[in-house]
């Protein structure tokens, strides 16, 4: 089965959140600014990166993260809605390369790019449950 032949180059995926105490890196460490952390940040750009070939893939199958590569730009205060986009832009046999986004509503935060593997859930499920994994 080739599971991404439903993956089209220039698919496009998008999340959001409200930025939270429980999301700033003060929440997390004391001493620091109470902002937006960065992986959470990357969390998010994961989600539109899933959002955009979830539609794409077959039945039983979803994407797991394999490779990110972000700098977070600038920094985002509580109470702001971000919102992370995510564009393919390459489909190998195995691999969904993505260029991802996220912006705050003032500042573009972060950037970079994501790539995704296609896996049948319920076989990794099953591998990961056998004896031997």
């Not at 999301?23 to 997390?28: A, E, I, K, L, P």
């Amino acid at each position: 089965m080739n599971a991404i032949a439903g993956i089209a180059v220039g698919a496009e995926g998008e999340a959001t959140t409200v930025v939270t105490r429980e999301v700033t890196v003060r929440h997390f460490h004391a001493n620091m600014p109470e902002v937006y952390g960065t992986p959470f940040m990357i969390h998010l750009m994961e989600v539109a990166a899933s959002n955009a070939v979830q539609p794409g893939l077959p039945a039983g199958w979803v994407s797991v993260g394999v490779d990110v590569n972000i700098r977070h730009l600038a920094p985002t205060p509580i109470g702001r809605t971000v919102t992370a986009r995510a564009r393919v832009s390459k489909v190998t046999e195995k691999l969904i390369e993505f260029e991802v986004q996220a912006h705050d509503g003032k500042n573009l935060i972060g950037k970079g790019t994501h790539s995704r593997a296609p896996i049948d859930l319920a076989r990794f499920e099953q591998a990961l449950s056998s004896p031997s994994a």
